[in-house]
Structure formats: C-alpha cells, structure tokens
C-alpha cells in the first residue's frame, strides 16, 4: 500500500491535477513581489545568485577556442574574428533574446522552461497532439537543463582550481581533491537560503566583476586594435578563411552564453527589473572588457593562449586571482543551483515531478527556496562528474549540448507565448522564431559534434530525466481517470447517503480533496466496506496561496451542505504551516463547534496494480511510476494532525 491519494495532487491542492480551488484562489490573491529594500542591496544579491554562471565563463571560454578540443591558431585575424562572435552571441543571445523579450514571459513571477508551458493556454483551439508536442518539447528543455546543472558546478570550480597548475605545476595532483572538498562546502551552505547566500556571494562577486573589467583593461592597452572586434566583419571573415574547423570552434563560443538559461530560471528570486539592469550597467560591460583584454594579449603574446585568463594578472597576483576566482566560480553554480530549484517546484506544480521537500527561506519573495532533494541530488552528480571528467577542457565539450539544446527548446515556447499571451502578429511573432532559432541551431550543430567528447552525457541525463517525467504525468492522469470514474461527485454522494440510510454514529471526521466538487475516495471506501459514517462530515481543501501570509480570519471559508456534511477551505500563505486542528477549533467562530478530541482524520492510500489497463502503460513504466510515488514526500505529515487520531483508508487502483 503506497500513501498516493495524497502525493500526487488528487486529494490535496498543491498539484495541477484537480487544483480548481486553488486555481480560483491564486486568480484573486495578488502575486508576491520578488524584492525588497534598496536597490543597491537588492543589485549585490542579483550578482551573487544570478550572474555568478555566466560571469566566470571568461576563465575557460577563451581559452577552449584556442587550446581546447579543436584548437585554432591564435593568429590576430583568428582572435578579432572570435571576439566579434563573442560581442555579437552576447548581445543577440543574452541582450536582446533573453532580457528583451524572454523575461516577459513569466508565470506569476516565476521564470524558466516551466513557466513558459504554464503560460501556454490549454482552451486555445489548437489541436491536441501541438499542444501535446509543445508540453513535450517543453519536458525535454527541462530535463537537458538539469544536465547543464549538473555540469556547472563541476566545470566551473574545477576551471578555476586549474590556474593552481599554472602557478605551481607540483600542485596538479591535488586539482581534482580541492574541487571535491570546496564542491561539498558549496552545497552544504545552500540550506540556509537565497538571500543569505546572496549576501555572502554578492560583495565577493561585484568584486570579481571589477577585477573582470580591471584585468580586460590591462589587456587592451597591449593591442588597442582589438577593439575593432565589434565589427560583424571580422566574424565573417573568420568563417570565410577558417571553413569548417571555424564551425567546429562555435562549441566553445556558445561557452560564453553558458548561464543566459540559469538566469531566466531564476527570475523569481529577484524579478525583472534588477536582473535587466544589473546585466546592462555592470555585468555585460565587464564580461566584454574581459574578452577583449584577454583577446589583445593573444595578439601581442600568441604564446599566452593556453590560459589567457590567468595570464592577464601580474605574476605578483595570480595566487590572489586564482582564490578569487575559485570563489567566484563557487558563486557561478549558486545560478544553476537556485535555478533549479526554482525549475523543480514549477514542475511538481504541473504534474511533472513527485511531490518534494520544499523550504520556503523568504517572506518577501516566493521564489526563494530550498529543496533538499535537489540539492543532494546535483553534489554527488557534480563530485561524480570531476571525478570521472578530472578536467575542465574534458567537461567543456558535454556543457554546451545541455544548455543550447535548451535555449532552442525556449525559443519556440516563447514564440508560442508571445503569440497566446503576448498578443504579438504572427509577422512579429515569426520575425523573433526565425532570428533566435537560427542562432540556436547553428551553435547546437556546433555542439551536437562533440557528443563523442563527452556531449552524449547531458543527453543521457536528459533521456532520463525526459522518461521521469513523461512517466510520472502518464501515470498520474491515468490514475486521476481512474478515480474520477469510480468517484461521484459530493451532492450526488450526499444522495446516496440519503436514500441508502447509512448509519450514523458520534463524532466528526475529515476528509481531504483537491476537487471541491468530488467525493473523496477514502470517504466512499469507509461507507462501502465499514457501512456506517460520523454525523459530521467535512471535506477539507488546503490552498497555498503566492502570498506570504493569510490572516486567521481570510482562512477558513466553510459551507454547510446537507446531511451533516461540511466543505472547508482552508487557506496558508506560503510562509506558513498548515495547521489542520488549530483551524478546525477556529471553526466554532463560524457555527461549527468542534469537539477536538472527538475528530477522526481520514487519510486515503492507493495501491497501485501495474499492468492492470489495456491502454495503460507499459508495464516497465507502471513500474517506475509506483516507485517513484512511494517515495513522494506525504503532504499531510506538515498538518499537524494527532497520529492517535488518524486512519487510513485504502483502495486498489489497476493503472
């Protein structure tokens, strides 16, 4: 017997399936702003958790174009043809893609591949297998994403230990160890919250953005004529005299982009505004100013290519930068971290995940969590990954399948969007498909090459996690059908009570259900096998609504029905425990006495039956499906609700 009713959603509110009252809820309660305070305060916070990713990729980016899988010869020509791709991928790419137009699309606030397939409307007249493609392509871009998650950590700490080699060759059995240790710190810091981190990581990360930009500086002084780069020309003709290994080396250009995805996905932490204007007055300016620097030195120094980042510092610095940097790379996987996070309630939401721990560390913005599952999950992938890649160049060709196959993915659901929610003309709406996936193909054909080079793992990873989901939304709709056949609705049941003249005996008891209208199943199977029932009955909904509080009196909404039965709502902010007996008692005030003691919990079991259907799944995924939902968190265990009170109530389910 597996504890169901109450994982997936079908007798508790917080999942897609059957939230009708919670869906109400949401529509009249207003949307949780995302920030407080200053802004100052408010742009260190943005740099410690959303640009730490793409603001450390100038340690390795550079360098994999001209000392990586598929070196170039750092010829001037060669280095102003990289860096005029470089500004322009960052300009159309970050600027204009994503926080021009991508970051209007959000979902109550909330960013990411998630938030643009809750956007999608379902009642649009738009046939069933292109809204089912849409929700599959969307599944697909999550689970590639959670790869690049997985990658960063890894990649982006083991990079920045790397320089140890340059300073102190002695020191290079000792790279991957470090990386390991400074990894599990990393992770086991993410428990006391976004903004607390945020605190900590944003001062250190404005410093490296300034030494980014300081660093650049110095470089450009050396060869001034790189900055000739920002003509498009030069990119062109890097292509023209480089043929075919040019396309080869757009894998490790595409390296500069790396966090553009993490960002969106991160949009609930802060919001709109701070992300946009911290990328454009601070953080693009330094990223820019760095490639360039490190591009100029190549040009005076071409022996200078196999670590041009590190190389921009004075000797007297390089055991300062390399611990600044190892820092600033901890901050680039708390973009990735908090992402996914953020990815992973949106996907419980839908129907796509079982239901997970989740720890709200904010009273001021929703979207600041913390999920220990996820957490765990991602450090042993990312120690796992250093351990068996043992290099930053080794992990370079499998981070950039992940990330781009996801950019693509976001692109076409952004049009989509823009198209439904957006109000934009298919002439507008075609104009920004055909741009942005244009870009995204030519950098994933790029990337798509390397899969022999390690890019087959993200694909795995995405393979995997594609079948999870997919399997966990099949199997959570058919198992919802299933119920809904057998279950009428409540007045009918009421009914049937009625006219059958069941018994009634002493007491009150509670019933939970995500659907105000229909019967709890565990209601039914108490009448059907014991024959008799309390002579008050309530049918309890929890809503969490996106608020951080809800005060006592908005809580309870109660309406008297016949025969003795009751329908409570009961609504929390997301800030707050549900406290089932605590709001029962409060009832009194609204003409529901309640003697406490006297109350029975009623909590609904399923016991799954794999291969029970004809047109069910097969029987390898009814499988995966009841393994997964045994080990779904049980809503109800944070009610508060007395175990010396509390029966189960089963019912077997053929999926």
């Known amino acids: 017997m597996i504890s169901l009713l109450r994982k997936t959603g079908i007798t508790m509110s917080t999942e897609k399936e059957g939230r009708n009252a919670q869906d109400e809820a949401q529509r009249r309660a207003p949307t949780a702003t995302p920030h407080s305070g200053s802004f100052a305060v408010l742009a260190i916070g943005v740099l410690g958790v959303v640009y730490g990713d793409i603001g450390t990729s100038p340690i390795y980016a550079l360098r994999e174009c001209f000392a990586g899988k598929n070196p170039i010869p750092a010829t001037p020509g060669n280095v102003l043809g990289i860096l005029s791709l470089i500004f322009w991928t960052l300009l159309?790419?970050?600027?204009?893609?994503y926080m021009v137009y991508v970051l209007r699309a959000?979902?109550?606030?909330?960013?990411?591949?998630?938030?643009?397939?809750?956007?999608?409307?379902?009642?649009r007249d738009h046939p069933r297998w292109q809204r089912r493609l849409l929700i599959l392509l969307g599944v697909l871009g999550a689970?590639?994403?959670?790869?690049?998650?997985?990658?960063?950590?890894?990649?982006?700490?083991?990079?920045?230990?790397?320089?140890?080699?340059?300073?102190?060759?002695?020191?290079?059995?000792?790279?991957v160890p470090i990386t390991v240790v400074i990894l599990i710190g990393l992770f086991a810091v993410q428990r006391h919250g976004t903004a607390a981190v945020g605190a900590i990581f944003g001062p250190l990360t404005l410093v490296w953005f300034v030494v980014l930009a300081l660093l650049?500086?110095?470089?450009?002084?050396?060869?001034?004529?790189?900055?000739?780069?920002?003509?498009?020309?030069?990119?062109?003709?890097?292509?023209?005299?480089?043929?075919?290994?040019?396309?080869?080396?757009?894998?490790?250009?595409?390296?500069?982009?790396?966090?553009?995805?993490?960002?969106y996905a991160d949009l609930g932490h802060f919001g709109r505004r701070p992300i946009r204007q911290v990328w454009f007055m601070f953080v693009l300016p330094s990223l820019l100013i760095n490639y360039f620097g490190q591009?100029?030195?190549?040009?005076?120094?071409?022996?200078?290519?196999?670590?041009?980042?590190?190389?921009?510092?004075?000797?007297?610095?390089?055991?300062?930068?390399?611990?600044?940097?190892?820092?600033?790379?901890?901050?680039?996987?708390?973009a990735v971290i908090t992402g996914a996070f953020s990815m992973t309630r949106q996907a419980i939401q839908l129907g796509q995940l079982p239901r997970l721990r989740v720890e709200q560390t904010s009273e001021h913005a929703r979207g600041q969590i913390y999920m220990p599952a996820v957490n765990w999950i991602l450090m042993v992938a990312a120690i796992g990954l250093v351990l068996a890649f043992r290099s930053s160049g080794n992990l370079a060709a499998a981070y950039g399948v992940a990330v781009n196959s996801t950019m693509a993915i976001t692109t076409i659901l952004a049009f989509n969007v823009a198209r439904e929610r957006g109000g934009w003309s298919l002439a507008a709406a075609l104009t920004f498909l055909v741009t942005f996936l244009a870009i995204d193909l030519t950098f994933l054909g790029s990337n798509l090459l390397k899969i022999p080079d390690g890019g087959w793992l993200p694909v795995l990873i995405g393979i995997l996690l594609f079948t999870l989901m997919t399997t966990w939304r099949r199997g959570t709709g058919i198992l919802?059908?299933?119920?809904?056949?057998?279950?009428?609705?409540?007045?009918?049941?009421i009914g049937m009570i009625n006219a059958e003249e069941i018994p009634r005996i002493p007491g009150a008891s509670v019933f939970f259900t995500g659907r105000l209208e229909q019967t709890p199943p565990s209601l039914q199977q108490l009448v059907r096998h014991a024959g008799v029932l309390y002579e008050r009955v309530l049918v309890v909904t929890v809503v969490i609504e996106p608020v951080p509080r809800i005060s006592g009196d908005a809580r309870i909404e109660l309406t008297e029905m016949d025969s003795g039965f009751y329908r409570v709502v009961l609504r929390y902010g997301f800030m707050q425990s549900p406290n089932i007996p605590s709001d029962l008692h409060a009832c009194a005030e609204l003409g529901l006495p309640l003697e406490?003691?006297?109350?029975?919990?009623?909590?609904?079991?399923?016991?799954?039956?794999?291969?029970?259907?004809?047109?069910?799944?097969?029987?390898?995924?009814?499988?995966?499906?009841?393994?997964?939902?045994r080990n779904t968190q049980d809503a109800t265990a944070d009610y508060h609700i007395p175990s010396d009170q509390t029966m189960t109530v089963g019912l077997q389910v053929g999926i």
């Open 92 to 97: 159309l790419v970050i600027s204009l893609k």
């Open 106 to 123: 959000d979902n109550r606030g909330e960013g990411g591949t998630f938030a643009l397939l809750a956007l999608l409307r379902a009642d």
């Open 143 to 175: 689970s590639m994403l959670y790869g690049g998650a997985m990658i960063t950590p890894a990649i982006s700490v083991l990079s920045a230990v790397e320089g140890l080699q340059l300073a102190a060759p002695a020191l290079h059995d000792y790279v």
């Open 216 to 263: 650049g500086i110095r470089g450009i002084l050396l060869a001034p004529e790189v900055l000739l780069a920002i003509n498009p020309i030069y990119a062109v003709r890097f292509f023209v005299e480089n043929g075919w290994t040019g396309y080869f080396v757009l894998y490790a250009v595409f390296l500069v982009t790396t966090g553009g995805e993490a960002l």
């Open 295 to 334: 591009g100029a030195m190549m040009i005076a120094e071409p022996s200078k290519s196999v670590h041009p980042f590190y190389h921009l510092a004075p000797d007297w610095a390089l055991y300062p930068l390399i611990l600044l940097a190892t820092s600033a790379t901890c901050i680039a996987s708390q």
């Open 480 to 493: 919802s059908r299933e119920l809904t056949n057998k279950m009428p609705n409540l007045e009918t049941f």
């Open 596 to 629: 406490m003691d006297e109350i029975h919990y009623m909590i609904g079991q399923v016991d799954l039956l794999a291969g029970r259907k004809l047109h069910g799944m097969a029987i390898w995924r009814d499988k995966i499906f009841e393994f997964m939902a």
